[in-house]
Structure formats: C-alpha cells, structure tokens
C-alpha cells in the first residue's frame, strides 16, 4: 500500500514570495490532515478535511495561508506572502474517520 | 482547545534500559495515538490507543482515558530508539488533533 506522498521535499524562497505545497494521501482514507512543525516542537494542525469539507481550520492564519481539497482526494497548501516565520516543516497525513494518522515525508521550507 | 503535556522533555539512557514517557491531557478524547519522529524527521505512528493497552516487542502503552494521561513504554532500549516521541490527541466534540511537544529520547551504547 502506498503512503502519503508529498511534494517538494525542500523549497527555499525569498519573504514576500508564493509557494504551494502537494500532498496525496492514502487512497480511501477521507481525512486529511495539514500540520506545521516548527524547529524543537510539536506539529500544529493547520487545516483537517474529511473528504472535500474542512473540519478545523482554526489555526491556519487565513490572510496568508490557504488549502484546498478537491474531489476529496489530494491537497494543496499555499503561502502568499510568505513571511521569515513561516519557515518549517508542512506536514500531510491522512486516516480513516477517527482513525490512526499516517504521515508523508514532510516539506522543508526555508524563507530568506 | 486541549493542552497536552508530554514528559519528560529530555531522556538520555544507556543502552538496554527501560524507560517510560508520560502524555497527560487536558480534556475528554476520541483518540489518542504516540509516534516517533526518526532523526530524519519522519512521524512513524507507534500506537493507537485511546484506551486500554497494548504491546508491540519491547514497546507497549497504556492509557486511563478516566484519568487523562498516557504512558509509553520502552524496554530494552536499543540505539534505534533515539529520536522525539509524541502524543496527539483528538478533541471528542470536533474532532481537531493536538500534540504535545515531545520527548526527545537518546539512547547511548
């Protein structure tokens, strides 16, 4: 069974520029899950989807981060502008309603 | 929302020790589930667990939803083991996941 995929692995930008990021999850599994990861923390969950409906978006700042998920199967994630502070590791998962997560490689993003 | 609070932050043990994390929470939960975060910054999910306990080798967890915490047990540690381990939780009324900040765990030979 294929995992959750992600990409880019790395992206480096300068403030101020766009980036999106692409996560494909587990096929079947309804739940897709966003985290940010700052250096020395725990994830933080940006945005959770069951099929194509959010569920909590509650801390995504939404005047520079947005996310969609079509057709519930795949996502994107995008920063416009980004900001020094943004820099992190963007983290997708996916599962089965209330169910084990399972977590793709993560993007490192660097903004300069 | 949930807090959730992990301890302790920092475990350094010789190797073929047994150790043992903490996760407490703040609030009622639907699921809660430990991972281990390699070296390579890959979340591999250990448990999952809301309740109960179970055994996987020389890892085993066991959590008191009644009493909101939850402990990972490690034995016979080996050099493989080092890395962070977390806890996440999900809220029970909306569902949201939160983790705690983690337990970095060095195993020396």
């Known amino acids: 069974e294929a995992g959750v995929a992600q990409s880019p692995r790395y992206k480096i930008i300068e403030k101020r520029q766009s980036v999106a990021f692409w996560c494909n999850p587990i096929?079947?599994?309804?739940?897709l899950y966003w985290y940010q990861q700052i250096l020395g923390q725990g994830p933080k969950l940006l945005i959770q989807f069951q099929n194509n409906g959010v569920v909590d978006d509650s801390q995504l700042p939404k005047d520079r981060f947005s996310a969609e998920r079509l057709k519930g199967v795949d996502s994107t994630l995008k920063i416009q502008p980004a900001k020094l502070e943004d820099s992190a590791v963007y983290l997708c998962a996916s599962s089965l309603p209330v169910q084990t997560q399972y977590f793709g490689p993560g993007t490192r993003l660097l903004v300069l | 929302g949930i807090q959730v609070e992990q301890s302790p932050p920092d475990l350094i043990l010789q190797e073929g020790a047994n150790s043992t994390l903490r996760c407490n929470f703040s609030d009622s939960v639907n699921n809660l589930q430990w991972f281990h975060q390699n070296p390579w910054g890959q979340l591999i999910n250990l448990f999952y667990?809301?309740?109960g306990t179970k055994q996987n080798g020389r890892l085993s967890a066991t959590t008191v939803a009644t009493e909101r915490y939850s402990l990972l047990y490690i034995s016979s540690s080996q050099t493989t083991d080092s890395g962070v381990y977390f806890c996440?939780?999900?809220?029970?009324?909306?569902?949201?996941?939160?983790f705690g900040d983690g337990t970095t765990l060095t195993v020396k030979p």
């Open positions: 096929s079947g599994h309804a739940t």
């Open positions: 667990i809301p309740s």
């Open positions: 996440a939780v999900g809220d029970t009324n909306a569902g949201k996941s939160t």
